[in-house]
C-alpha cells in the first residue's frame, strides 16, 4: 500500500510526537508502514483482553476478578505486562464500581496527509453527574505531561463529534493513573500538533515510496 495516507492510532501518533531524534523517528515510523498493510485480527491486538477484562470488571461491578482471568489467561508473552497493568489498575477499577460506563462513538481528526483515529474506550458517568470520556493507554513507556497533554488535546477536538461529552481521561494503566486537562492549554500546542502531523505523513510517504 505504498504512498497510502496513513490512518493511525491516538497512541501510535503520540509516540512519535516524543521518540527523541531522527533515528528514532524514522525507526518508528518505518515499523508502522510495515504494519500498515496488514488486516486487522483481534487475536494479534495485544491489549484488547486486558481492555475487555477492564471494561467488564466496570460494567457489572465485579471488582477486579475479570483483570484476573486476564492475567491468569494470559499468552506467555504478555504475561508480565498483563500482570504489571493488573497490579496497578485495580484501584481505578475499584473507584469505578459506583460509576454507569457507556460506550462512546470514534472520531477521526483528519490532517492533509495523516489521519488519526481517536477511539475512546468508555465513559463513565460518576456518581455525582460527572462524566469522563477515558482512553486507556497501556504501552510500558510512562507517559510524559507533553504526551499525556497532545492526547487529552485530541480528545478534546474529538468531543463535539462524540455521543457523549465530558472530560477527557487518559487512564495510564501501567500505573493507574489518570491524566486529565490542565486548566490552560500548553502554549502553540495547536499548532504543534498540526505541524508534526504534515511532518509524520511526509516521512510516511518517503518510508512507504
Known amino acids: 500500500m505504498a504512498n497510502a495516507s ?16 531522527g533515528n528514532k523517528r524514522i525507526s518508528l515510523v518505518r515499523a508502522q508502514v510495515t504494519q500498515f498493510g496488514e488486516d486487522y485480527n483481534p487475536g494479534r491486538d495485544f491489549y484488547r483482553p486486558m481492555s475487555l477484562a477492564i471494561q467488564e470488571a466496570i460494567r457489572f461491578r465485579t471488582g477486579t476478578a475479570p483483570i484476573d482471568r486476564a492475567v491468569m489467561n494470559a499468552r506467555p508473552r504478555a504475561v508480565d ?26 472520531w477521526e481528526w483528519v490532517q492533509p496527509n495523516v489521519t488519526v483515529k481517536i477511539n475512546p ?20 513507556p510512562e507517559l510524559t505531561r507533553f504526551q499525556a497533554d497532545a492526547m487529552l488535546r485530541l480528545l478534546q477536538y474529538a468531543m463535539p463529534h462524540l455521543n457523549v461529552k465530558g472530560t477527557p481521561v487518559i487512564l495510564e494503566a501501567r500505573r493507574g493513573k489518570e491524566w486529565k486537562p490542565t486548566p490552560k492549554l500548553r502554549a502553540g500546542l495547536d499548532d504543534y500538533l498540526k505541524s508534526e502531523a504534515l511532518a509524520y505523513g511526509a516521512l510516511w510517504q518517503s518510508l512507504s515510496a
Open 6 to 21: 496513513p490512518v493511525v492510532a491516538m497512541a501510535t501518533f503520540s509516540d512519535y510526537l516524543v521518540a527523541p531524534g
Open 81 to 106: 505486562h498483563f500482570k504489571e497493568i493488573g497490579d496497578n489498575v485495580g484501584k481505578y477499577v475499584q473507584r469505578a464500581q459506583t460509576a454507569k460506563i457507556l460506550d462512546v462513538d470514534r
Open 121 to 140: 474506550d468508555f465513559a463513565l458517568i460518576r456518581k455525582d453527574g460527572h462524566v469522563e470520556v477515558v482512553k486507556v493507554y497501556y504501552k510500558a
